[in-house]
């Protein structure tokens, strides 16, 4: 039993490498960046509803309400001095889900951090291994938080461009023998 477990654990992983690989060669074009985007933006946010309040909402549907925000609500959380708890939360889970993405498109093991103080000053960090993939300061907030879904598409497109074309570029410092 423990034999086929392994076996079946070994087959596992080899057809996640072959996906991979076909995800690193595919092109991808702006619809298809977009859609792997929000649909990981959609599984981090589902993995942030533990009770599972929103999971007979459609993606839009969840995305708008758990990540999105009127203007008015945008107002009122950018007008005091500090952050709140909801911006900090959208950012992190933001950039979970260009890391996810990046993971996706690339096929390398991808992760991301996320550093803000109260005032929302900070940075956030898209990683491969040693390889800094994205790097975005956040100056009180901004852009933060999104009211619109093609805006925040176009942020997460943009953002995993940026990651593929630093891939590319650092391409020799990940295959280091000793990262």
């Known amino acids: 039993m423990a034999e086929r477990a392994a ?10 490498k072959a996906a991979a ?12 960046l977009g859609d792997v985007f929000m ?12 009770w599972g309040k929103y999971a007979d909402l459609s993606r839009n ?4 309400k758990l990540f999105l925000c009127t203007p008015a609500q945008k107002t009122e959380l950018m007008s005091g001095c500090r952050i709140l708890p909801v911006l900090r939360t959208q950012v992190s889970v933001l950039f979970q889900a260009v890391a996810a993405s990046l993971e996706k498109v690339s096929g390398d093991l991808v992760q991301s951090m996320v550093e803000m103080n109260e005032e929302g000053f900070g940075r956030a960090l898209v990683y ?14 901004v852009p933060f938080p999104f009211a619109e ?3 925040l598409r176009l942020y997460g497109i943009s953002c995993i ?3 593929l074309k630093n891939r590319e570029r650092f391409r020799q410092l990940q295959l280091s023998p000793f990262s």
Do not use: F
């Open 21 to 32: 690989r076909e995800g690193a060669r595919r092109e991808w074009d702006e619809e298809s």
């Open 128 to 141: 491969s291994g040693r390889t800094v993939l994205v790097v975005h300061s956040i100056r009180g907030g």
């Open 149 to 151: 879904h093609d805006k």
């Open 7 to 16: 076996n079946s654990g070994h087959v596992m992983a080899e057809c996640g």
């Open 61 to 64: 549907e969840r995305i708008s």
């Open 161 to 163: 461009r940026e990651g």
């Open 39 to 50: 649909s990981n933006l959609d599984r981090s946010l589902q993995l942030s509803d533990p």
